[in-house]
């Protein structure tokens, strides 16, 4: 993402982040991956996006946009991978390397520190639907992916026009929006799905609500923590009515 387009945003990715660290770190390292999955994707999303890029032991895999390092952290542990996190909030880019010791720098989408053609996969969870520079996102992806590489992205579309009230900052592309951008940055798209975002193990939910708990424990009085819940909020009241939909897909740099 950009340097973040509203104070909910900067709440939601920067603060919240390293308090969510902190409550991790009080409950025990099995909740590392549910916490840090939260927002990105159902354990069935992950495993269908991993099964989907080609993967080996030893691929270099870059999570663009990382946040605390839950998804990289589990494709690591799941698929013997070298992943490698870029987040542009330093305080989520700390967490993923204290969390899970994956290497991690702090930078945005559209100015990736790493030279052409440095990775054999990528993904991107939940980013492009936080920013409006999508098309220099998708370009610097591209940029970074040796040919032949491929990109997983879940992206949250909009299907139909939003109802209020909206989160702050985010612009959620239309599919055909998205597809004409992937197009453009010479990333060809294959397979796509729709997400179930309720499919992972019980006991992930479970390690995910407790540290939110403890967050709010900690925090529930800061307007940060209640900022981030509410932006949280009306992204998933956006997805229960359907006006949202978690959109899966894999794509090839050309």
């Known amino acids: 993402m950009t340097e973040l387009e509203s104070e909910a945003m900067e709440a939601e990715f920067g603060t919240v982040a390293g308090w969510t660290e902190e409550a991790v770190r009080a409950l025990g390292p099995e909740h590392a991956v549910p916490a840090g ?11 269908w996006l991993a099964d989907r890029l080609g993967l080996t032991a030893g691929s270099r895999v870059l999570d663009d946009g990382a946040g605390v390092g839950g998804p990289a952290g589990w494709l690591a542990a799941e698929r013997g991978v070298r ?21 991690s720098v702090t930078a945005l989408a559209q100015r990736l520190p790493f030279a052409d053609a440095a990775f054999d996969a990528a993904w991107c969870l939940g980013v492009l639907c936080t920013t409006s520079d999508k098309a220099p996102a998708l370009a610097e992806l591209r940029r970074v992916l040796a040919d032949g590489g491929r990109l997983g992205l879940l992206v949250f579309v909009a299907d139909r026009p939003l109802p209020p009230p909206l989160p702050e900052g985010n612009d959620f592309p239309t ?3 998205l597809r004409g951008l992937l197009d453009a940055a010479a990333l060809r798209l294959g397979e796509t799905a729709t997400a179930d975002l309720g499919d992972s193990p019980p006991e992930w939910s479970e390690r995910a609500d ?4 403890e967050v709010s424990r900690r925090h529930g009085d800061d307007p940060r ?3 981030a819940q509410e932006q949280s909020g009306r992204v998933g009241r956006l997805l229960a009515d359907g006006a949202l939909r978690p959109w899966l897909g894999v794509a090839t740099a050309d």
């Not at 999955?37 to 495993?47: I, N």
């Not at 407790?210 to 708990?213: G, H, K, M, N, Q």
């Open 175 to 177: 599919e055909e929006e």
């Open 37 to 47: 999955c939260r927002g990105s994707g159902s354990e069935g999303a992950l495993r």
């Open 210 to 213: 407790a540290v939110d708990a």
């Open 83 to 103: 992943a490698v996190c870029a987040e542009p909030m330093h305080e989520a880019a700390r967490a993923a390397h204290r969390l899970f010791g994956l290497p």
């Open 225 to 227: 923590w209640q900022q």
